[in-house]
């Protein structure tokens, strides 16, 4: 399979735990973004890696979210201190740097109890 | 505002039936547009590209006005496998091509 793949798909933590999700893009793109979904809406915007560099971070990544991509291959969210209100969906996409829309791995479902 | 706006629905309607969705965008220097499809508790996945000219794929067209920061979505001859939600999404372009989503509508086809 040559998709985005993401892991894992499912993590149940308890409030104030640290949690780490990996994202594995497809090989030749150089951008990979993160989104968070809630229930009902659309994904969110996270923050996005042109090759190893992060390049924007939106202003719903708190202090407590932080985002590597140390090779320019796979990359990694952390959420420290896990908040009830941190329990969503992180999809992980990633594309070329042309204008091609982004390709979304299937996810890592959240619950924080 | 929200920069991407849908009507969230949901539209139910019989199999068979066209049915039409809209969604407005705000930063007008957007340059990409799309649909997504997104399945009950899976990824979205891309189902077209917006063009200036308007463009169709099978029993799907899509349009796009830019004076009026409007795109649109038809479905004809709905079938039961259409049912879904379908996310507008427009890039940002002084942000790495960024894209930006709306709520979605959920479609809902009926026997």
């Known amino acids: 399979d040559t998709g985005v793949s993401q892991d894992p798909r499912h993590k149940i933590t308890k409030r104030g735990q640290n949690v780490t999700f990996r994202c594995d893009p497809i090989?030749?793109?150089?951008?990979l973004y993160w989104y968070r979904q809630t229930l009902g809406q659309g994904p969110e915007f996270l923050t996005y890696?042109?090759?190893?560099?992060?390049?924007?971070k939106s202003r719903l990544l708190s202090d407590r979210f932080s985002a590597e991509r140390p090779k320019g291959s796979f990359s990694t969210l952390e959420i420290q201190r896990t908040e009830q209100g941190d329990s969503a969906m992180y999809l992980c996409?990633?594309?070329?740097?042309?204008?091609?829309?982004?390709?979304f791995g299937p996810g890592t479902r959240l619950l924080v109890l | 505002r929200k920069e991407v706006e849908q009507d969230p629905g949901p539209f139910n309607v019989p199999e068979g039936a066209t049915v039409a969705f809209n969604c407005t965008y705000s930063?007008?220097?957007?340059?990409?547009f799309f649909w997504y499809r997104q399945d009950c508790r899976k990824e979205p996945k891309l189902l077209m590209s917006?063009?200036?000219s308007g463009n169709e794929d099978g029993r799907f067209t899509a349009q796009l006005n830019r004076a009026s920061q409007y795109i649109s979505l038809l479905i004809r001859d709905s079938k039961l496998s259409d049912s879904a939600t379908y996310l507008c999404?427009?890039?940002?372009?002084?942000?790495?091509?960024?894209?930006?989503f709306g709520g979605g509508t959920r479609l809902m086809v009926k026997p």
């Open positions: 996409a990633s594309s070329s740097i042309s204008r091609d829309p982004g390709y």
């Open positions: 917006v063009y200036s």
């Open positions: 890696f042109q090759n190893e560099a992060q390049l924007e």
């Open positions: 999404v427009v890039n940002r372009p002084n942000a790495g091509n960024m894209l930006t």
């Open positions: 930063n007008s220097a957007s340059q990409s």
């Open positions: 090989s030749e793109h150089n951008r």
